[in-house]
């Protein structure tokens, strides 16, 4: 038995399938042009400030970045803790496979300067030049 008639239901003003089609092709859009940060070590640290304004870098080539923390391990190369003798070691290594490598050197303000003073000796024994140091600038 049937008390109640059922209603035909009208068509739906807007068609579904091609909206689902119009957000997949605005999804692939974002996702396309969207940049993503490089990812720099999980190391946080405060960079000392200065008065002046570096160049920049005229480098062509990425450089190679160590960062010097102010707890132990201090010297990291890239994302990995090295020692100093290490760090030499890796610097000859890289120098020999690259003879124009740029080094930067990111250090916490509170870092030792030893270690500061251990990474430029390193960098100079394996015979890099160009040497540049990460700062803020000053208000």
Do not use: C, W
Not at 32 to 61: C, E, H, M, W, Y
């Amino acid at each position: 038995m049937q008390f109640t008639r059922r209603k035909r239901r009208g068509t739906p003003s807007v068609i579904i399938v091609s909206l689902i089609d119009v957000l997949m092709v605005v999804l692939i859009f974002l996702v396309v042009s969207t940049t993503f940060k490089q990812k720099l070590p999980a190391i946080q640290i405060q960079l000392p400030g200065s008065a002046t304004k570096g160049d920049g870098g005229t480098s062509r080539n990425e450089p190679l970045v160590v960062t010097i923390n102010k707890t132990p391990p201090h010297l990291y190369l890239g994302t990995n803790a090295v020692s100093a003798a290490r760090l030499e070691f890796l610097l000859k290594v890289r120098r020999s496979a690259n003879p124009v490598l740029a080094l930067t050197v990111r250090s916490d303000t509170d870092a030792p300067l030893g270690q500061f003073i251990k990474v430029h000796d390193a960098a100079r024994a394996a015979g890099i030049t160009n040497i540049q140091t990460l700062v803020k600038p000053l208000p």
